[in-house]
């Protein structure tokens, strides 16, 4: 979807009859289709085909030459079982860069065994540090190892186009979730490796153990406020105005060196204070004082706030079943080359199903400018992605 936010023909081909298992998978449903498959899937095209017929396997690669990228989200192995495996396929477009998605690596032990996003956020020690101390391991609210995945596939394939337009060739681009989850996990992954220290869960109000105080406060109204002071200018300021100036003769609280070996007492401290008027008054005070500050909004409140409207992160489509449809914006912003939502999310087989599909995907190809293989590609070139 990124790739085809930024200008991309992007065709998704999809099995007949019930087509990618996220347009049913789990409601709520706008009419008959999930919110999980149109949050993800608008400026692409459906074609329905059934990779284990083998005319849909040669009618895609007849149209591979065509095609400046494929990605794939089998277990390694499937595609080279179905003909479409990425040296097969770089023998008859030796400029195709091929993606490959999968749970693991396919060089590891469990390489092709499959794997979910829960899953893969168990297994990196993600989930042993959301939470709370004393409660259960808890999955972000957001898919966020399947997007940082996608993020790492976007990445990789625009780097390796990149790379095609100095050498002609493309290459093959390995993403896996488990890969991109150690990755994300970065900083703890450092701390253990170099201290023998295993970060754990933290408190809401006690949430980076480099830092004190940041994190989220319960107000006299039952809101939260989140707050970060990470240096001894914003400790001045946070004081100040927060009212609580006496804080800074505390010998306890002196640096954030203090206020890491004290953490329960300004915990004990802070939730009090907090607690002794509503949140919007201590957001007020902090913003005023320059000190980062803000809200636990849940999504109602998110989407009254003028600075999502207005930075055009909620726009509408109209949906080919389902009328008019808002979906997320796009979140990079280009001054010459924007990208634009072109296409609602499709319907299944939307643009045709089968070898005729592909075939007809084809002779429309062939209609337009070619591509340039091997060569250094002009301004005006589309990547097309199959």
Same mark, same amino acid.
């Given at each position: 979807m990124l790739l085809?936010?930024l200008? !991309? &023909?992007?065709?998704?081909l999809e099995?007949?009859?019930?087509g990618?298992?996220?347009?049913?998978?789990?409601?709520? @449903?706008?009419?008959?289709?999930?919110?999980l498959?149109?949050?993800? =899937?608008? =400026?692409?095209? +459906?074609?329905?085909?059934?990779l284990?017929?083998?005319?849909? $396997?040669q009618a #895609?690669r007849a149209?591979?030459?065509?095609?400046?990228?494929l990605i794939?989200n089998?277990r390694?192995?499937?595609?080279d079982?179905?003909?479409?495996?990425?040296?097969?396929?770089?023998?008859?477009?030796p400029g195709?860069v091929y993606?490959s998605i999968?749970? @693991?690596?396919?060089?590891t032990?469990n390489? &092709?065994?499959?794997?979910y996003?829960?899953m #893969? +956020?168990?297994?990196?020690g993600?989930?042993?540090?959301?939470?709370e101390?004393d409660?259960?391991?808890?999955r972000?609210?957001a898919?966020?190892v399947?997007?940082?995945s996608?993020?790492?596939a976007?990445?990789?394939i625009?780097?390796?186009?990149?790379?095609?337009?100095?050498t002609?060739?493309?290459q093959?681009?390995?993403?896996?979730?488990? &890969?991109? !989850?150690?990755?994300?996990?970065?900083q703890a992954?450092?701390i253990?490796? =170099?201290?023998? *220290?295993?970060p754990?869960?933290?408190r809401v109000?006690?949430?980076? !153990? *480099?830092?004190?105080?940041?994190?989220?406060?319960?107000a006299?109204?039952? *809101?939260?406020? =989140?707050?970060?002071?990470?240096? $001894?200018?914003?400790?001045?300021? @946070?004081?100040?105005a927060?009212g609580?100036p006496e804080?800074?003769?505390?010998?306890r609280?002196?640096s954030?060196s203090?206020?890491?070996?004290?953490?329960?007492?300004?915990?004990?401290?802070? +939730?009090a204070h907090f607690r002794?008027a509503p949140? &919007?008054?201590?957001?007020e005070?902090? *913003?005023?004082?320059?000190v980062?500050?803000?809200?636990?909004?849940d999504m109602?409140?998110?989407?009254?706030?003028?600075?999502?409207?207005?930075?055009?992160?909620?726009?509408?489509?109209t949906?080919?079943t389902q009328?008019?449809?808002?979906l997320p914006? #796009?979140? #990079?912003r280009?001054?010459d080359?924007?990208?634009?939502?072109r296409?609602?999310?499709?319907?299944?087989?939307q643009h045709?199903s089968?070898?005729?599909?592909l075939?007809a995907? $084809?002779?429309?190809?062939?209609?337009?400018?070619?591509?340039?293989?091997?060569k250094?590609?002009s301004?005006?070139?589309?990547?097309r992605?199959l």
């Amino acid at each position: 979807m990124l790739l085809a936010d930024l200008g !991309a &023909d992007v065709v998704k081909l999809e099995e007949p009859g019930h087509g990618d298992e996220s347009r049913q998978l789990a409601p709520p @449903f706008v009419g008959d289709e999930s919110a999980l498959f149109l949050a993800v =899937n608008r =400026n692409k095209r +459906s074609v329905t085909v059934d990779l284990k017929d083998a005319p849909v $396997q040669q009618a #895609i690669r007849a149209l591979v030459p065509s095609f400046d990228v494929l990605i794939e989200n089998f277990r390694p192995g499937v595609m080279d079982r179905l003909g479409l495996g990425p040296a097969r396929l770089r023998r008859v477009n030796p400029g195709l860069v091929y993606c490959s998605i999968s749970a @693991f690596d396919a060089g590891t032990r469990n390489g &092709d065994k499959p794997g979910y996003d829960v899953m #893969i +956020s168990g297994l990196c020690g993600l989930m042993s540090m959301t939470g709370e101390p004393d409660g259960p391991p808890i999955r972000p609210g957001a898919n966020v190892v399947d997007m940082t995945s996608g993020l790492n596939a976007a990445i990789g394939i625009l780097a390796a186009l990149r790379a095609r337009e100095r050498t002609g060739r493309g290459q093959h681009v390995r993403i896996s979730l488990m &890969d991109a !989850a150690l990755a994300m996990m970065g900083q703890a992954m450092t701390i253990t490796l =170099n201290t023998g *220290q295993t970060p754990v869960r933290r408190r809401v109000d006690d949430l980076v !153990a *480099q830092t004190v105080p940041y994190g989220t406060y319960e107000a006299a109204d039952g *809101q939260y406020v =989140n707050l970060a002071v990470p240096n $001894q200018k914003l400790w001045l300021a @946070f004081c100040a105005a927060i009212g609580r100036p006496e804080l800074l003769d505390d010998p306890r609280f002196s640096s954030n060196s203090e206020r890491v070996k004290h953490r329960a007492a300004m915990r004990d401290i802070l +939730s009090a204070h907090f607690r002794t008027a509503p949140r &919007d008054v201590w957001l007020e005070r902090l *913003q005023a004082a320059g000190v980062p500050a803000g809200p636990v909004r849940d999504m109602s409140e998110l989407l009254k706030d003028p600075d999502v409207t207005e930075s055009n992160m909620v726009v509408e489509v109209t949906h080919a079943t389902q009328g008019r449809v808002a979906l997320p914006g #796009i979140p #990079i912003r280009l001054s010459d080359t924007p990208g634009s939502v072109r296409r609602a999310p499709p319907t299944l087989g939307q643009h045709g199903s089968g070898p005729a599909g592909l075939a007809a995907l $084809q002779a429309e190809l062939e209609r337009r400018p070619a591509t340039e293989k091997n060569k250094k590609p002009s301004k005006e070139n589309k990547i097309r992605g199959l």
